[in-house]
Nanobody, 119 residues
C-alpha cells in the first residue's frame, strides 16, 4: 500500500524541457531524490532535497535541473531544462523514509520513468 508513483517521462529534442513528478502514498516524508541509470552505466544520484528544502545536485545538471517538493502532497518534482542527449536514462524517484500508518518505511523506490533526449 505504501509506494512512490512517478510520471512525466517522455521523448524530447535537445534543448527541450521536461518535468518529472513523484508522489508518496504516506502522510509524511523526509529526504527525497531523483536517480538515473543509462544502459551499461551505474545508477547515479541526480538531485536530492531534504524535508526542510535544502537541495544538492550532480555537477553535470547544475544550472539546468531544479528539484522541489510539496510536503502537503508528499510529492517531489524535477524540472529539467536545456536537456542533452547525455541525460537520456531511466529516472527513479527515491524516498529515504515515508511515514505511513503508524511507522516509517525506509528506502522506497518508484517504478522508473524513461527520459529520452534525441533529435
Amino acid at each position: 500500500q505504501v509506494q512512490l508513483v512517478e510520471s512525466g517521462g517522455g521523448l524530447v529534442q535537445p534543448g527541450g524541457s521536461l518535468r518529472l513528478s513523484c508522489a508518496a502514498s504516506g502522510i509524511g516524508t523526509d529526504t527525497m531524490g531523483w536517480y538515473r541509470q543509462a544502459p551499461g552505466k551505474q545508477r547515479e544520484l541526480v538531485a536530492a532535497i531534504t524535508g526542510g528544502g535544502s537541495a544538492n545536485y550532480l555537477d553535470s545538471v547544475k544550472g539546468r535541473f531544479t528539484i522541489s517538493r510539496d510536503n502537503a502532497k508528499n510529492s517531489v518534482y524535477l524540472q529539467m531544462n536545456s536537456l542533452k542527449s547525455e541525460d537520456t536514462a531511466v529516472y527513479y524517484c527515491n524516498a529515504d523514509r515515508v511515514w505511513y500508518g503508524s511507522r516509517w518505511f525506509y528506502n522506497l523506490w518508484g517504478q522508473g520513468t524513461q527520459v529520452t533526449v534525441s533529435s
